[in-house]
């Protein structure tokens, strides 16, 4: 079992900004990769970025990909997701997941993530 906890969501206006954190205290996660998903009401959960906890290597969704930066920081066993120029269609729930297998890519797939955390509220209005 990895625990993964997230904070930092919010209500906020479009363009403003917003940092979520997600950390996995009491556990290594050498060769993860960690990712952030996000859920709108009625919508199928999706990915939005991931990281790889070893090499350091993100992808992202192209629809954030220039406003969002995912990062980890290695010694406080925690990953962020910066978010930036805030839209109200980012509005969701945003979930904090981990993979623990080796893969050669940074899954953008649900069914890849065996750990998640309970998610945090994310709305931004116009």
């Known amino acids: 079992q990895v625990p993964l906890v997230e904070s930092g969501g919010g209500l906020v206006q479009a363009g403003d900004s917003l940092r979520l954190s997600c950390t996995a205290s009491g556990r290594t996660l050498s060769r993860y990769i960690m990712a952030w998903f996000r859920q709108a009401p009625g919508k199928e959960r999706e990915f939005v970025a991931a990281?790889?906890?070893?090499?350091?290597?993100?992808d992202y969704v192209d629809s954030v990909r220039d406003r969002f930066t995912i990062s980890r920081d290695i010694s406080k066993i925690a990953v962020y997701l910066q978010m930036n120029s805030l839209k109200p269609e980012d509005t969701a729930v945003y979930y904090c997941?981990?993979?623990?297998?080796?893969?050669?890519?940074?899954?953008?797939?649900?069914?890849?993530?065996?750990?998640w955390g309970q998610g945090t509220q994310v709305t931004v209005s116009s």
């Open positions: 990281i790889h906890w070893t090499a350091g290597s993100t």
């Open positions: 997941a981990a993979d623990p297998l080796y893969r050669p890519f940074l899954s953008h797939y649900t069914k890849d993530y065996d750990f």
